[in-house]
């Protein structure tokens, strides 16, 4: 795929490769996002208990793995998964409140997000941008916002 942009269907019929150092950029973006919310929230007597995330370019949340001849999960499902694994990290027994916003300057790749990546990885309750227990935690997620993005630049006002 290097030097093509990565292009998703809105059904998910059509997912990108999965570039190398692209992998690498979602290992460490997860192991980051999980020591973080395990060092902020899970550390100290009380810890931040509000977050929100942004992912400004969020494609359409899977790739195709060509060494593996599997489906890799992108960026918005691996951000929602690392949150969940620093707060079980940290043992804690009070509430977690996150915001997920996701974006995409292509509305078929937020449709595909949607629509097939995040029923794909067993997160489908979450896209109708309401309020939500994520299961198995007392994790809230405050809201999980999906936008297209209308600039191609962040205007100062």
């Known amino acids: 795929m290097s030097g093509a942009q990565a292009t998703w269907s809105a059904d998910g019929s059509h997912i990108p490769p999965i570039d190398p150092h692209t992998k690498a950029k979602h290992q460490i973006l997860e192991t980051y996002l999980e020591n973080l919310i395990y060092t902020l929230y899970g550390k100290g007597r009380y810890g931040e208990t509000t977050f929100t995330f942004i992912d400004g370019f969020c494609g359409g949340g899977m790739y195709?793995?060509?060494?593996?001849?599997?489906?890799?999960?992108?960026?918005?499902?691996?951000?929602?998964?690392?949150?969940?694994?620093?707060?079980?990290?940290?043992?804690?027994?009070?509430?977690?409140?996150?915001?997920?916003?996701?974006?995409?300057?292509?509305p078929e790749h937020?449709?595909?997000?949607?629509?097939?990546?995040?029923?794909?990885?067993?997160?489908?309750?979450?896209?109708?941008?309401?309020?939500?227990?994520l299961?198995?935690?007392?994790?809230?997620?405050?809201?999980?916002?999906?936008?297209?993005?209308?600039?191609?630049?962040?205007?100062?006002e």
Request: charge should be positive; include cysteine; aromatic fraction near 8%.
């Open 135 to 156: 299961k198995g935690s007392v994790m809230y997620l405050q809201r999980l916002q999906l936008g297209q993005s209308k600039h191609n630049c962040i205007q100062k």
């Open 110 to 133: 937020l449709a595909c997000l949607k629509n097939y990546s995040m029923p794909k990885a067993g997160l489908d309750e979450l896209v109708d941008e309401q309020p939500h227990e």
């Open 64 to 106: 195709y793995d060509q060494d593996n001849k599997t489906e890799w999960q992108g960026s918005p499902i691996r951000i929602i998964e690392a949150i969940r694994a620093g707060y079980k990290k940290s043992k804690r027994q009070y509430d977690l409140n996150v915001k997920f916003i996701f974006i995409d300057n292509n």
